[in-house]
């Protein structure tokens, strides 16, 4: 079924973890039940940030970053217990980006081949793709927004979900994660301006 239904699944398994359940047979029964949502996630942010790991000699699927994904969550979930479906996504994601991220880097050390995509801002489609000393930037700052802001720009620029389906999971209007996603952007564009000559100094006079 849709992202509303995921969404009350994965409230009532988490608030099963705040009672006398369990805890890990109640986790794995929330993943089991949220795989497929952690599924599309994966393969997005994969799809769209890290193609080159899909590519020789790694041939990465979304289902071996889903495997590793439910580990680092079964791992995590020991010691931290996510409130809402908000927090447990949000923690999946961070926890997607880290994986990839550590594939990346271990690519990066065999191959040796530093590049840099262009147009890093406003979509930020280089981050972790590549981890040269710009790259690692942009991942810096994508990771010290503010909370809020941080979030819609994973779940909008990263992940590729729509805003209706942002607004759904985090359970605000449309409008403010609009609003929150124009205003990460700002931010970014503003610390990482120097990455993105304006368009007069790029073309041939």
Known sequence: MGIEHTTIEVERYLQELGGDSP???VVRALLERSAARLHVLCSSMLVRQYPRL???PMNLQSEEILGAIVERLL?????VHPETPRQFFALANRHIRWELNDLARRLDQQNHEPQLCEDVIPSAETSGSVLGPDAIRILEAIENL???EREVFELIRIQGITQREASELL???QK???RRLNRGLLILSE???????PDDEQKPQ
């Open 191 to 197: 610390q990482l301006s120097d990455l993105c000559p």
């Open 75 to 79: 791992k995590a979930m020991r010691s």
């Open 176 to 178: 403010t994660v609009q």
């Open 171 to 173: 359970d605000v209007s």
């Open 146 to 148: 503010p909370e809020e």
């Open 54 to 56: 899909m590519r020789p």
């Open 23 to 25: 805890s890990e047979p």
